[in-house]
Protein backbone atom coordinates (compact mmCIF):
# COMPACT_ATOMS: atom_id res chain seq x y z
CA UNK A 1 0.00 0.00 0.00
CA UNK A 2 1.11 3.46 -1.31
CA UNK A 3 2.02 5.82 1.93
CA UNK A 4 -0.58 8.36 0.27
CA UNK A 5 -3.30 5.63 0.65
CA UNK A 6 -2.02 4.49 3.97
CA UNK A 7 -2.33 7.90 5.17
CA UNK A 8 -5.58 8.92 4.05
CA UNK A 9 -7.16 5.66 5.66
CA UNK A 10 -5.54 6.74 8.66
CA UNK A 11 -7.01 10.06 8.96
CA UNK A 12 -10.23 8.96 7.91
CA UNK A 13 -9.96 6.37 11.08
CA UNK A 14 -9.09 9.36 13.36
CA UNK A 15 -12.28 11.21 11.87
CA UNK A 16 -10.28 14.22 10.66
CA UNK A 17 -9.21 15.61 7.30
CA UNK A 18 -5.37 14.75 6.08
CA UNK A 19 -2.64 18.16 6.31
CA UNK A 20 -0.93 18.82 3.18
CA UNK A 21 1.56 21.27 3.81
CA UNK A 22 2.87 22.66 0.71
CA UNK A 23 6.58 24.49 0.25
CA UNK A 24 8.40 25.30 -2.75
CA UNK A 25 11.83 23.38 -2.68
CA UNK A 26 14.73 25.65 -2.34
CA UNK A 27 13.23 28.19 -1.12
CA UNK A 28 15.39 30.00 0.39
CA UNK A 29 17.36 27.58 -0.02
CA UNK A 30 17.46 23.92 -0.90
CA UNK A 31 19.50 23.33 2.85
CA UNK A 32 16.98 24.53 4.18
CA UNK A 33 14.12 22.01 2.95
CA UNK A 34 14.95 18.89 4.66
CA UNK A 35 15.08 21.88 7.89
CA UNK A 36 11.42 23.07 6.66
CA UNK A 37 10.61 19.08 6.44
CA UNK A 38 10.87 17.55 9.62
CA UNK A 39 9.47 21.17 10.83
CA UNK A 40 6.19 20.89 8.88
CA UNK A 41 6.03 16.88 10.35
CA UNK A 42 6.31 18.07 13.38
CA UNK A 43 3.63 21.00 13.32
CA UNK A 44 1.48 18.18 12.22
CA UNK A 45 1.87 17.99 7.96
CA UNK A 46 0.67 14.28 6.95
CA UNK A 47 1.43 14.97 3.68
CA UNK A 48 4.25 17.28 2.08
CA UNK A 49 3.67 18.56 -1.18
CA UNK A 50 7.44 19.90 -3.04
CA UNK A 51 7.15 21.97 -5.26
CA UNK A 52 9.61 22.31 -7.67
CA UNK A 53 10.21 25.75 -8.73
CA UNK A 54 10.27 26.82 -12.66
CA UNK A 55 10.69 29.88 -14.48
CA UNK A 56 7.51 29.95 -15.73
CA UNK A 57 4.74 28.58 -13.20
CA UNK A 58 1.38 29.71 -14.59
CA UNK A 59 -0.61 27.53 -12.07
CA UNK A 60 0.67 29.87 -9.05
CA UNK A 61 0.05 33.44 -7.92
CA UNK A 62 2.59 36.06 -6.81
CA UNK A 63 3.41 34.59 -3.46
CA UNK A 64 4.23 31.46 -5.19
CA UNK A 65 5.88 33.04 -8.33
CA UNK A 66 8.69 35.23 -6.15
CA UNK A 67 9.39 31.54 -3.92
CA UNK A 68 9.97 30.24 -6.88
CA UNK A 69 11.94 32.97 -8.34
CA UNK A 70 14.15 32.79 -4.83
CA UNK A 71 14.93 29.32 -5.02
CA UNK A 72 16.22 29.61 -8.77
CA UNK A 73 18.38 32.50 -7.75
CA UNK A 74 19.71 29.72 -5.29
CA UNK A 75 20.80 27.71 -7.42
CA UNK A 76 17.61 24.83 -7.34
CA UNK A 77 17.38 22.54 -10.04
CA UNK A 78 15.46 19.41 -10.12
CA UNK A 79 18.65 16.94 -9.47
CA UNK A 80 18.52 19.23 -6.30
CA UNK A 81 14.76 18.52 -5.48
CA UNK A 82 15.55 15.10 -6.10
CA UNK A 83 18.45 14.96 -3.09
CA UNK A 84 16.57 16.91 -0.37
CA UNK A 85 14.25 14.56 -1.41
CA UNK A 86 16.66 11.67 -0.07
CA UNK A 87 17.67 13.68 2.52
CA UNK A 88 13.91 13.88 4.21
CA UNK A 89 13.65 10.35 3.42
CA UNK A 90 16.59 9.29 5.40
CA UNK A 91 14.38 10.85 8.43
CA UNK A 92 10.98 11.40 7.59
CA UNK A 93 8.64 8.65 7.00
CA UNK A 94 5.74 11.25 5.83
CA UNK A 95 4.93 10.71 2.14
CA UNK A 96 6.21 13.38 -0.09
CA UNK A 97 4.14 14.66 -3.46
CA UNK A 98 5.80 16.55 -6.20
CA UNK A 99 4.00 19.43 -7.71
CA UNK A 100 5.86 20.58 -10.89
CA UNK A 101 5.08 21.58 -14.29
CA UNK A 102 5.86 19.56 -17.30
CA UNK A 103 9.02 21.42 -18.51
CA UNK A 104 11.50 20.07 -16.00
CA UNK A 105 10.58 16.89 -16.03
CA UNK A 106 10.28 16.59 -20.06
CA UNK A 107 13.70 18.33 -20.20
CA UNK A 108 15.43 15.64 -17.45
CA UNK A 109 13.46 12.73 -19.06
CA UNK A 110 10.23 11.46 -18.09
CA UNK A 111 11.81 7.59 -17.87
CA UNK A 112 14.62 9.01 -16.45
CA UNK A 113 12.60 11.14 -13.95
CA UNK A 114 10.49 8.41 -12.95
CA UNK A 115 12.96 6.17 -11.79
CA UNK A 116 15.02 8.60 -9.90
CA UNK A 117 11.93 10.40 -7.80
CA UNK A 118 10.86 6.59 -6.45
CA UNK A 119 14.51 5.61 -5.68
CA UNK A 120 14.71 9.23 -3.72
CA UNK A 121 11.52 8.60 -2.08
CA UNK A 122 9.36 10.05 -3.65
CA UNK A 123 5.91 8.78 -3.71
CA UNK A 124 3.61 10.91 -5.78
CA UNK A 125 3.50 13.85 -8.42
CA UNK A 126 1.67 16.21 -9.45
CA UNK A 127 1.76 18.03 -13.08
CA UNK A 128 -0.25 21.40 -13.05
CA UNK A 129 0.02 21.92 -16.51
CA UNK A 130 -0.95 18.44 -18.24
CA UNK A 131 -4.16 17.39 -19.36
CA UNK A 132 -5.96 14.33 -18.56
CA UNK A 133 -5.99 13.95 -22.08
CA UNK A 134 -1.65 14.32 -22.29
CA UNK A 135 -1.31 12.56 -18.98
CA UNK A 136 -0.59 8.91 -20.67
CA UNK A 137 2.81 9.06 -21.34
CA UNK A 138 3.78 11.00 -17.67
CA UNK A 139 1.29 8.29 -15.77
CA UNK A 140 2.78 5.30 -17.47
CA UNK A 141 6.30 6.15 -16.36
CA UNK A 142 4.73 6.43 -13.14
CA UNK A 143 2.55 3.79 -12.26
CA UNK A 144 6.11 1.75 -13.34
CA UNK A 145 8.22 2.82 -10.62
CA UNK A 146 4.99 2.74 -8.01
CA UNK A 147 4.36 6.66 -8.11
CA UNK A 148 1.32 7.96 -7.43
CA UNK A 149 0.13 10.36 -10.32
CA UNK A 150 -1.98 12.74 -8.41
CA UNK A 151 -4.34 14.46 -10.89
CA UNK A 152 -6.57 18.13 -10.23
CA UNK A 153 -9.98 18.77 -10.64
CA UNK A 154 -11.36 21.82 -10.69
CA UNK A 155 -14.46 23.70 -9.86
CA UNK A 156 -15.81 23.62 -13.99
CA UNK A 157 -15.07 20.26 -14.23
CA UNK A 158 -17.75 18.37 -15.28
CA UNK A 159 -19.09 14.83 -13.83
CA UNK A 160 -17.43 12.59 -16.69
CA UNK A 161 -13.81 14.81 -16.61
CA UNK A 162 -13.85 14.18 -12.59
CA UNK A 163 -14.63 10.52 -12.82
CA UNK A 164 -11.97 10.46 -15.68
CA UNK A 165 -9.17 12.15 -13.26
CA UNK A 166 -10.68 9.60 -10.32
CA UNK A 167 -9.67 6.62 -12.39
CA UNK A 168 -6.91 7.55 -13.73
CA UNK A 169 -5.04 9.18 -10.89
CA UNK A 170 -3.78 7.93 -7.82
CA UNK A 171 -3.26 8.42 -4.10
CA UNK A 172 -6.02 10.96 -3.93
CA UNK A 173 -7.74 14.10 -5.97
CA UNK A 174 -6.72 17.54 -6.03
CA UNK A 175 -9.45 19.56 -5.77
CA UNK A 176 -8.50 23.21 -7.04
CA UNK A 177 -11.28 25.16 -4.82
CA UNK A 178 -11.32 28.05 -7.15
CA UNK A 179 -10.78 29.38 -10.56
CA UNK A 180 -8.06 31.11 -10.82
CA UNK A 181 -4.17 30.20 -9.36
CA UNK A 182 -2.49 30.08 -6.00
CA UNK A 183 -2.69 32.37 -3.81
CA UNK A 184 -4.13 33.16 0.33
CA UNK A 185 -7.66 34.32 0.04
CA UNK A 186 -9.71 36.14 3.02
CA UNK A 187 -12.93 34.50 2.02
CA UNK A 188 -13.91 30.86 0.62
CA UNK A 189 -15.81 30.28 -2.57
CA UNK A 190 -19.77 30.17 -1.35
CA UNK A 191 -20.17 27.03 -3.40
CA UNK A 192 -17.06 25.52 -2.31
CA UNK A 193 -18.79 22.74 0.29
CA UNK A 194 -20.82 22.20 -2.44
CA UNK A 195 -18.32 21.13 -5.24
CA UNK A 196 -16.24 19.43 -2.33
CA UNK A 197 -19.48 16.82 -1.98
CA UNK A 198 -20.25 16.42 -5.38
CA UNK A 199 -16.71 15.49 -6.09
CA UNK A 200 -16.43 13.15 -3.55
CA UNK A 201 -19.17 11.24 -4.25
CA UNK A 202 -18.04 11.20 -7.90
CA UNK A 203 -14.27 10.38 -6.91
CA UNK A 204 -13.35 6.54 -5.79
CA UNK A 205 -10.13 8.46 -4.39
CA UNK A 206 -9.80 10.71 -1.62
CA UNK A 207 -10.52 14.45 -2.06
CA UNK A 208 -8.30 17.09 -0.71
CA UNK A 209 -8.99 20.87 -1.63
CA UNK A 210 -6.17 23.47 -2.04
CA UNK A 211 -6.04 26.86 -3.69
CA UNK A 212 -6.54 29.67 -1.27
CA UNK A 213 -6.85 28.32 2.16
CA UNK A 214 -4.82 30.22 4.28
CA UNK A 215 -6.49 30.15 7.96
CA UNK A 216 -7.30 27.71 10.86
CA UNK A 217 -10.72 28.77 10.49
CA UNK A 218 -10.35 28.60 6.56
CA UNK A 219 -9.01 25.08 6.99
CA UNK A 220 -11.83 23.81 9.55
CA UNK A 221 -14.01 24.84 6.98
CA UNK A 222 -12.83 23.20 4.70
CA UNK A 223 -12.00 20.27 6.73
CA UNK A 224 -15.67 19.43 7.82
CA UNK A 225 -16.27 18.05 4.22
CA UNK A 226 -13.07 17.39 2.45
CA UNK A 227 -10.09 13.88 3.19
CA UNK A 228 -7.30 16.31 2.74
CA UNK A 229 -6.93 19.86 3.06
CA UNK A 230 -3.83 21.74 1.33
CA UNK A 231 -2.25 24.88 2.59
CA UNK A 232 0.73 26.46 0.28
CA UNK A 233 1.13 30.26 0.07
CA UNK A 234 0.37 30.93 3.52
CA UNK A 235 3.61 28.76 4.19
CA UNK A 236 5.29 30.32 1.89
CA UNK A 237 4.63 33.51 2.54
CA UNK A 238 5.90 33.05 5.89
CA UNK A 239 9.32 31.33 4.88
CA UNK A 240 9.54 34.31 2.51
CA UNK A 241 8.87 37.10 5.48
CA UNK A 242 11.25 35.36 7.89
CA UNK A 243 14.36 34.40 5.38
CA UNK A 244 17.45 32.14 5.12
CA UNK A 245 17.47 32.63 8.95
CA UNK A 246 18.74 29.68 11.34
CA UNK A 247 15.35 30.15 13.37
CA UNK A 248 13.31 29.31 10.35
CA UNK A 249 11.91 25.64 10.84
CA UNK A 250 11.12 26.49 14.07
CA UNK A 251 8.50 29.94 12.60
CA UNK A 252 7.28 27.73 10.05
CA UNK A 253 6.54 24.61 12.88
CA UNK A 254 5.41 27.81 15.19
CA UNK A 255 2.66 29.15 12.22
CA UNK A 256 1.54 25.62 10.78
CA UNK A 257 0.54 24.29 13.83
CA UNK A 258 -2.73 25.47 14.46
CA UNK A 259 -3.34 24.92 10.20
CA UNK A 260 -2.89 21.23 11.27
CA UNK A 261 -4.70 21.55 14.43
CA UNK A 262 -7.65 22.70 12.15
CA UNK A 263 -8.14 19.75 10.84
CA UNK A 264 -9.76 17.89 13.72
CA UNK A 265 -13.58 17.43 12.93
Known amino acids: MSRLREVFRATRAARRAAFVAYITAGDPHLRRTPELATALRRAGA ?5 GVPFSDPIADGPTNQRAAERA ?4 TTLDGVLAAVRAIRAEE ?11 PVVRYGIDRFADDAAAAGVDGVLFTDVPLEEMGRFSAALRRCALDPVLLVTPTSTADRIKAASRHGRGFLYLVSRTGVTGASSRLDPELAANIRTTRKLSRLPVAVGFGISTPAQVAEVAAVADGVVVGSAIVDRIGRTGDVVGLADVVQRF ?3 LAEACRR
Open 46 to 50: DVLEL
Open 93 to 103: ELPIVLFTYAN
Open 72 to 75: LAAG
Open 256 to 258: VTP
